[in-house]
């Protein structure tokens, strides 16, 4: 913050003459001082004299020197979206420089081999996550290697996740589909840690051999599902997930 001073009295030797003000309108005798920086006391100076008066009361003002603040300005915070960003990419280089890369290379055959021409991210979450960023960090990796356009919805998304996004070249999906896209060509769907409905939900809007063949999906073991609860439930809840399994490949991720 600038701040405003005045320079009174001051020596060629950097000492500033302070005047003890008496109610006589005399004054006792100037004493030198070291100048220093601090706020000035706006109260009218008088001349010094060589007189002196014992009935004075005095008022001392200690005036600025010339000397300027040695103080660094505070930097600019950084802004939230410019921090996610390079939270994301920091993650992004420890994926890829690190063990866990050697062991995608596995998953990536077989996304290479799909060949989609686009990524439909669901659940990704929002990125004041350490885990969102991780996985945002992930899609972001596997695209360097397909190179096509990325959308993405999570109802929990802020403006700065949204602007982060863009950063990164994703798109917001306008509203919540519920994972009910059916898709028109080959299409990776980003679904990591996904509630099971909007598994169920993927495949039952792509229900024929032709969208099928279509759809690759990164995301929980679908087969988990069936183990965890009782058929009749499995069914109820999951009919598609039940109907598909049988002719679902998985490969683990590292």
Same mark, same amino acid.
């Given at each position: 913050m600038s701040t405003q001073t005045a320079i009174v009295n001051t020596d060629a030797d950097g000492f500033t003459?302070?005047?003890?003000?008496?109610k006589r309108g005399r004054s006792s005798r100037a004493q030198r001082l070291p100048a220093t920086q601090t706020h000035t006391d706006h109260s009218k100076d008088e001349p010094s004299t060589k007189h002196k008066d014992t009935?004075?009361?005095?008022?001392?003002?200690?005036?600025?020197?010339?000397? /300027? *603040? *040695?103080? /660094?300005?505070?930097?600019?915070?950084?802004?939230?979206?410019?921090?996610q960003v390079e939270d994301v990419l920091e993650k992004q280089g420890s994926l890829k420089s690190g063990k866990f890369h050697t062991g995608l290379q596995a998953c990536l055959?077989?996304?290479?081999?799909f060949k989609p021409e686009e990524i439909v991210c669901y659940g990704i979450g929002s990125l004041t996550t350490q885990v969102s960023q991780w996985q945002l960090a992930l899609v972001l990796l596997i695209n360097q290697y397909l190179?096509?356009?990325?959308?993405?919805?999570?109802?929990?998304?802020?403006?700065?996740?949204?602007?982060?996004?863009?950063?990164?070249?994703? *798109?917001?999906?306008?509203?919540?589909?519920?994972?009910? /896209?059916?898709?028109?060509?080959?299409?990776?769907f980003f679904m990591p840690h996904c509630e099971e409905f909007l598994y169920n939900n993927v495949l039952a809007a792509n229900w024929s051999p032709e969208q099928l063949a279509r759809i690759l999906v990164i995301g929980n073991h679908l087969g988990r599902y069936k183990d965890t609860q009782s058929s009749e439930e499995f069914a109820t809840k999951s009919p598609y997930i039940r109907r598909a399994l049988p002719a679902i490949t998985c490969t683990d991720l590292p």
């Open positions: 003459r302070v005047v003890a003000k008496s009935d004075t009361k005095p008022q001392t003002t200690v005036l600025p020197g010339k000397k /300027r *603040s *040695s103080k /660094r300005q505070p930097q600019t915070p950084k802004s939230i979206v410019e921090t055959d077989v996304i290479q081999g190179n096509v356009d990325i959308c993405a919805f999570d109802p929990v998304v802020i403006t700065s996740d949204c602007e982060t996004l863009g950063r990164f070249g994703v *798109s917001i999906i306008a509203e919540n589909e519920e994972a009910k /896209r059916t898709v028109t060509k080959r299409t990776l």
